[in-house]
């Protein structure tokens, strides 16, 4: 045990900032102020526990590090383990600040903010204690637990087709839920212990127990992402929400399918699944296409934002095909740099949406009236698509030699879909920044605030920096 | 000190780009202008180290999976690709000093300064990764050097699709060969399986980057900017980088013949292509940019002939061409900023001295590339001159001999342009000879056939007119507006994947999983609650049926425990 419990505190810190939430003022006259500073100072908080955490955790050892243990029930014997290494803790301050960025992008917003910024506080503690988890157990309960909050938001600040968004949302991430607890009892009727998530690999359970143990592993951690041809579900969803925060909360839940991934088979496929690798790429590959084709053809920004990540994802999840343990900090640094990308492409485009709400505004030309907005929200696609802006590109550069040497057709295909989305995504920019037709034109219209451009302006040179130096806050 | 010399132009481009202002622009053009110049002289008087070699190291990204370094470093291989860039520098900064082409002066000024500290990366790039990196990032700066959105569309498009190829092609290339230097490329054609593959990509990004015939259009969008700054985007970011990027790759060709042969006829095409529309087109500047992309198939030619007398000739050639677009710019200011070849015609009488000096330009570049008519691979030059003085002969014979075409008051304010304009251009011929080999044994030959004997031919064929047939595609509107090219990326690329993702959209997500899967399960979950209730309701049927059930489910687990299947 550290004589800091800092992943306890990491996990315990949002909790504490619910409890404040509760306790904090919410009236007419403060319009949700009081709840939002609370929340992004407990966020703060966070983070700098996080970096702290960071700075304790050697990159260069693969293995869990910072490990605390703490005995939930004694009969059943359960005990909750906490360990971290570079990988989860990049994660977690992904996460962190990808929900940052959203509730900046919700600070004018004033309809339900406490509740809004409890559930955000409650579904990031969750989310830290998935990726803080040690152990199968601690692992299933906030992969669980997480839906939580997350179907309470959605039920919230969804738009008028939530009931049926919300019904396949559970119906898809409860069923994944459910075939991991059947898991997990397998497990422990096999052995009473609970199994470490990086002996995982070598748990034996004869070879028609290990193929139906891995087979649902992957069931239940694939329906956490979009995979073909349940994505448009989960499109239903994402569709439906226009608050950002909750937009950029709803789409860490395929993070979460990833990292379990990378967790439970670190060094490629189990041995009962390889036979099935051939399926699983090709499923992979089909949906990425899918997905980038639609997105392409989609006049939805919010469906190419989508788009965009589900094939980012899925890319990242390919990943699990190689030797993942050697490659996951090249995936950490690109996930990190991901999250921020899109949590600050989708507040810049819902200030958008409001601006061409409020002055009843085509959305095709509309930069041309924001030149400040215009200017970083460029930098931020450009970014998205690939340019070296930011830590994504020399990782996924590894992440793509590395596939090719895998496997050259899926890597193609992939590729494909890659600038296919890409495509749809600077089609897009180039829409919104085309000039307007003169009856469009109008001087009202309000640009992004210097505060607002400032936040933003950093996330860019937190980007930059990630460019520049990816590891400067790792010992190793 | 060439480390220094780039680090000091980049920090004068980024203080330019942060600080720009809009007072007292012009002085602060000049002050940039000349404190660039003072950083480049000892370059330009000749004694720096450009032709030595040096070397500065940064040791970027060092895991245990991927090594990366940044390197700075000179030599004489890489000399012609930097004086070029110097060329082309000098040129934009000044004429961004003299003239007053752009509102954004100061933004431009720091940008052409940011872009050439780039290219030296692009130049002196030992390992893909850094080659990579900073061609894209003369990509993304060469992005904010262009105002209008179409221009920029193409161009970010274009770019994007070159940079992402070039990025798997270098994935593919350190993922087989775990060695990110350059001259880990002959040893990847030799021993990859997917040597095929990457020298396919290899080709297509070199001709999207270097403009090529089909791959143009994006270029050619330049003509709706200032031609300095046009002339900036040929010679010093994207195309350019094409040519380093096939000079320092040349080794992919090793065992793949077809490759080069490919690249060949793509730069016959393109040169092609670029006669013609030089000849068909009115635009002024639309001319320059097809006389720009003939330029750069040339210059592509000669690197792919990789010959090193030719090699030192390309820090010529593109001064060349700067001074002929130069020259060409010369009656589009002359006839109030005409921006059509058919509305002007007749200048001669109004614009002798223009005239002498851009037929004494062409001679001076014919002066200057005849020695080098008898080396081996003389076939390019000759071509080259060939076309050049066809193609300069029929603009002057339309300029300046044609008939006049412009308007009354147009040709009332023509007259010779502000000396200024033709500063540059003297400086550039007096470069040229200054560094031309004497073609003939005798000054007197020298000087009478190249100043009196090739002028007066030109200017003889420029009055007799040979080519006015072509002046009638000026009046066809669809050869002056056709983009033969980007329909055929319409047709072929755009449209079949729109049609596909449409397709996909209504038969697979509409109608299989909207409209039946999820109905399905719908239906599914409705009728399990209908069966629940009905469970609950009919006690004496539904209790007959589950005892059924009951049964089945015991004999079924009987017979499991008997050894089942």
Sequence with gaps: ?476 | MFALTVLKIGVLGLLTEIFQKNRMVRSWSWFLFAAVVLCLLPWLSGQGDLFKKSLWFFNWVDTSVIKIDIALRTGPEYAPFIWTQIIVLMFALSYNAFFSFEKMRLRYAGLYTLIFAAMMFVISAFNIMQLLIAICFVDILGFYLLQDIGVKRHYMFFNFFADFLLMVLFALIWGWERNLDISALSAFVKHSSFAGYAVGLFVISVCIKCGMAFFHNYLLDMKSISFVRGGFMMFATTPFTGLVLLYRCTNLFSGFEWAKYALEVMLGLSALWAIFAFVLIDAFKAKILYLHMLMISFLAAMILMNKTEFLALLPFVVMMACMLSGVMILPLVAAANEPLVSKTGGLVQLMKFSLGVSVLSLSGCLYFFSPYLKNDGAWLIWLLLVVLVVLFIHFFAQVYFGDVHADERVMAVVKNPNVLYFGFILASWAVLLFHAKPVFNTEFLNWGIFVLVVPSFILFAAKLRPLRFCDKAYACENVQTAAPALKLFDVCFILPIKTLGRVLWLTIDFLLIERFLVAFIRQTIYSMIRFSRWAHHNIKYAGTVFMIVGVVLVWFVYWLQKGGF
Aim: with cysteine; charged share 10%; hydrophobic share 60%.
């Design chain 1, 1 to 476: 045990m550290n004589s800091v419990p800092y992943l306890l505190i990491m996990f315990l810190l949002p909790l504490g900032g619910v409890l404040m939430l509760l306790l904090a003022q919410d009236d007419e006259k403060s319009k949700g102020r009081n709840a939002l500073s609370v929340a992004m100072l407990t966020v703060w908080a966070s983070l700098v526990f996080i970096v702290l955490a960071l700075s304790h955790v050697d990159s260069t050892y693969n293995h869990l590090q910072l490990v605390e243990q703490y005995v939930w029930l004694e009969n059943p014997k359960i005990t909750l383990t906490f360990g971290v290494d570079a990988f989860s803790l990049l994660l977690i301050l992904s996460v962190n600040v990808a929900a940052l960025i959203g509730m900046w992008g919700v600070r004018h917003f004033s309809v339900k903010m406490k509740s809004c910024m409890i559930l955000t506080l409650l579904f990031l503690s969750m989310i830290t204690g998935l990726f803080l988890a040690a152990d199968v157990m601690s692992f299933f309960i906030f992969f669980a637990a997480l839906l939580f909050p997350l179907f309470l938001l959605i039920g919230l600040f969804g738009d008028v087709k939530r009931q049926i968004a919300l019904f396949r949302f559970m119906f898809y991430s409860i069923c994944g839920a459910l075939i991991f607890f059947v898991v997990l009892v397998v497990l422990y009727n096999h052995d009473t212990a609970n199994v470490m998530l990086n002996k995982m690999a070598d748990f034996k359970l004869g070879p028609k127990g290990e193929f139906f143990v891995w087979a649902a592993i992957f069931v239940a951690l694939l329906s956490r992402i979009p995979i073909w041809p349940f994505h448009s579900w989960i499109a239903a969803v994402h569709s439906s929400i226009k608050n950002p925060l909750v937009f950029v909360l709803a789409n860490m839940t395929p993070l979460t399918g990833i990292y379990g991934l990378m967790r439970f088979v670190p060094e490629g496929l189990p041995d009962s699944l390889l036979f099935l690798s051939t399926g699983l790429e090709v499923i992979a590959v089909i949906t990425m296409l899918f997905i980038a084709l639609i997105a392409f053809i989609n006049m939805d920004f919010q469906y190419k934002i989508f788009s965009f990540m589900t094939v980012y994802y899925i890319f990242f999840m390919l990943g699990v095909f190689l030797p993942t343990s050697q490659y996951m900090l090249n995936i950490g640094f690109s996930l990190f740099a991901f999250m921020i990308i899109f949590s600050s492409i989708e507040v810049l485009v819902a200030y958008q949406e409001q601006i061409r709400h409020d002055n009843k505004l085509l959305s095709e030309g509309i930069l041309t009236l924001l030149p400040k907005l215009s200017v970083i929200f460029t930098f931020m696609i450009l970014a998205a698509v690939g340019m070296p802006l930011s830590a994504m590109f020399v990782n996924n550069f590894v992440l793509i030699a590395a596939l090719l040497a895998y496997s050259f057709g899926t890597t193609v295909c992939a590729i494909a879909a890659l600038m296919l989305v890409a495509s749809a995504l600077l089609v897009e920019l180039y829409r919104r920044k085309k000039m307007p037709k003169l009856d469009f034109v109008t001087d009202d219209v309000e640009d992004i605030s210097s505060k607002d451009f400032v936040f933003v302006s950093l996330t860019a040179v937190v980007l930059l920096l990630s460019l520049v130096n990816p590891l400067w806050f790792i010992r190793g």
